[in-house]
């Protein structure tokens, strides 16, 4: 007995009948409701009239040190005196939902096990089924976003994932700012104007109203379906799409110098130049002094590339410097017409990106100085778009999204 404690079952409204341990492993409490009585299913009065208890259930409840444990109970059955055939109706518990396998606090707490988890890799840890685990998912957690949740949008983010490295099957998740980061409205299954621009419609008139900026890659699907829906807000293109868009453009004449280069030098030469991509992508001042090396030795070799490198570098720098959007305008213009000035090819394709979303691209400067939250906005999404790696259902992704960002306040730790 010096070895034994004595924990309470903490479950409401229930009287333990007795508990026995199973083999190999684990717990059996079974259990009877203390509360007499239930409410009609047809004519919603209470009723008293006991009928009988229904066949046992055996419900999954929260481990005790690592042990499973089951709680077993017959629900109680009333019957109604007041309509006809006497109907009879199964008396409901607040601590677990019908036709579920399992408690409410075990089904809670595997909800917070899955956040930023996978459901195999739950179900592994759990030792239950990749279908019970997504049963659970069902029970808990909407595959629609509830607008009368919300009260206010301020920022719309418009992002596209690829759901399978290398393929062209996109997905679209739509996202806002919330007070405390970002939350999930929904997962679109394509990117299709048409397909954007329905969801935008479906968002509530006193919410469109409340919608600021959108942030949104440089793709017309997107930015012409919020012109037409939400005339009002404003398009903002992130820096970090217009980077890539630019830095793409200059790393092309590396490669092409690369292999200029890798036919025209002894081997041991060029064996100098390995590893200097990333050093090439990175903003100059944020280099170890071994990358600056390597990367100055590659700039001396080649002169194409030291000039695209200094462009890319020029744009860098006017993103981190403390513009308006008008000086931006300038600034980025000006680095417009040295580029064509110098007849330097590899950069026409930003050049047309510029042409056509100038506007949109300099409205970041606006919502950095106002708002500042594009900056952390895109951090977050990205961490989300690997969470969507292998997911290919679009309601099973909203809800693995909103799990993931909500999980902790919807499902705390005790
Ligand atoms: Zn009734």
């Given at each position: 007995?010096?070895?034994?404690i004595?924990?309470?079952?903490?479950?409401?409204?229930?009287?333990?009948?007795?508990?026995?341990?199973?083999?190999?492993?684990?717990?059996?409490?079974?259990?009877?409701?203390?509360?007499?009585?239930?409410?009609?299913?047809?004519?919603?009065?209470?009723?008293?009239?006991?009928?009988?208890?229904?066949?046992?259930?055996?419900?999954?409840?929260?481990?005790?040190?690592?042990?499973?444990?089951?709680?077993?109970?017959?629900?109680?059955?009333?019957?109604?005196?007041?309509?006809?055939?006497?109907?009879?109706?199964?008396?409901?518990?607040?601590w677990?939902?019908?036709?579920?396998?399992n408690?409410?606090?075990?089904?809670?707490?595997?909800?917070?096990?899955?956040?930023?988890?996978?459901?195999?890799?739950?179900s592994?840890?759990?030792n239950?089924?990749?279908?019970?685990?997504?049963?659970?998912l069902?029970?808990?957690?909407?595959?629609?976003?509830?607008?009368?949740?919300?009260?206010?949008?301020?920022?719309?983010?418009?992002?596209?994932?690829?759901?399978?490295?290398?393929?062209?099957?996109y997905?679209?998740?739509?996202?806002?700012?919330?007070?405390?980061?970002?939350?999930?409205?929904?997962?679109?299954?394509?990117?299709?104007?048409?397909?954007?621009?329905?969801?935008?419609?479906?968002?509530?008139?006193?919410?469109?109203?409340?919608?600021?900026?959108?942030?949104?890659?440089?793709?017309?699907?997107?930015?012409?379906?919020?012109?037409?829906?939400?005339?009002?807000?404003?398009?903002?293109?992130?820096?970090?799409?217009?980077?890539?868009?630019?830095?793409?453009?200059?790393?092309?004449?590396?490669?092409?110098?690369?292999?200029?280069?890798?036919?025209?030098?002894?081997?041991?030469?060029?064996?100098?130049?390995?590893?200097?991509?990333?050093?090439?992508?990175?903003?100059?001042?944020?280099?170890q002094?071994?990358?600056k090396?390597?990367?100055?030795?590659?700039?001396?070799?080649?002169?194409?590339?030291?000039?695209?490198?200094?462009?890319?570098?020029?744009?860098?720098?006017?993103?981190?410097?403390?513009?308006?959007?008008?000086?931006?305008?300038?600034?980025?213009?000006a680095?417009?017409?040295?580029?064509?000035?110098?007849?330097?090819?590899a950069?026409?394709?930003?050049?047309?990106?510029?042409?056509?979303?100038?506007?949109?691209?300099?409205?970041?400067?606006?919502?950095?100085?106002?708002?500042?939250?594009?900056e952390?906005?895109?951090?977050?999404?990205?961490?989300?778009?690997?969470?969507?790696?292998?997911?290919?259902?679009?309601?099973?992704?909203?809800?693995?999204?909103?799990?993931?960002?909500?999980?902790?306040?919807?499902?705390?730790?005790?």
């Amino acid at each position: 007995m010096e070895n034994q404690i004595h924990i309470p079952l903490d479950l409401p409204d229930v009287r333990i009948l007795e508990v026995n341990q199973l083999s190999p492993q684990g717990w059996l409490i079974r259990v009877e409701s203390t509360i007499e009585g239930s409410t009609c299913g047809k004519c919603g009065r209470e009723i008293d009239a006991f009928h009988g208890y229904d066949a046992p259930i055996r419900l999954r409840h929260l481990p005790l040190f690592e042990v499973p444990v089951w709680i077993e109970i017959r629900p109680k059955r009333y019957r109604c005196p007041h309509c006809e055939g006497s109907p009879t109706n199964t008396q409901s518990t607040t601590w677990y939902q019908r036709r579920s396998p399992n408690t409410k606090a075990y089904e809670q707490w595997l909800m917070r096990i899955l956040v930023n988890s996978t459901v195999r890799d739950v179900s592994r840890k759990l030792n239950l089924s990749e279908a019970s685990v997504n049963g659970v998912l069902d029970r808990w957690i909407e595959t629609r976003v509830n607008w009368a949740e919300i009260h206010q949008i301020s920022v719309l983010g418009i992002d596209e994932i690829a759901l399978k490295r290398g393929h062209r099957d996109y997905v679209v998740i739509v996202t806002y700012k919330t007070s405390t980061g970002v939350s999930i409205l929904a997962v679109l299954p394509d990117r299709k104007r048409e397909t954007v621009e329905q969801f935008l419609a479906s968002i509530p008139l006193r919410l469109q109203a409340t919608i600021e900026g959108v942030c949104s890659d440089m793709y017309s699907g997107y930015i012409t379906a919020v012109r037409a829906q939400l005339p009002e807000a404003k398009v903002i293109v992130d820096r970090f799409h217009v980077a890539q868009n630019y830095r793409d453009c200059a790393d092309t004449v590396r490669k092409q110098e690369l292999k200029r280069l890798k036919q025209e030098l002894p081997k041991a030469e060029y064996a100098l130049f390995k590893g200097t991509m990333w050093a090439f992508r990175k903003p100059y001042e944020t280099l170890q002094w071994e990358e600056k090396v390597k990367l100055n030795r590659l700039l001396v070799y080649s002169p194409a590339i030291e000039q695209a490198h200094t462009l890319s570098q020029q744009l860098t720098e006017i993103f981190e410097a403390n513009h308006t959007k008008e000086t931006a305008t300038q600034a980025i213009l000006a680095w417009a017409k040295r580029v064509r000035q110098r007849q330097v090819k590899a950069f026409d394709s930003f050049l047309t990106t510029l042409n056509n979303w100038l506007n949109e691209i300099t409205n970041y400067f606006i919502e950095r100085q106002t708002s500042g939250f594009v900056e952390g906005f895109n951090n977050r999404i990205k961490v989300l778009k690997r969470r969507c790696f292998g997911i290919f259902d679009v309601s099973r992704l909203f809800q693995r999204l909103t799990l993931d960002l909500q999980g902790y306040t919807r499902f705390p730790a005790i």
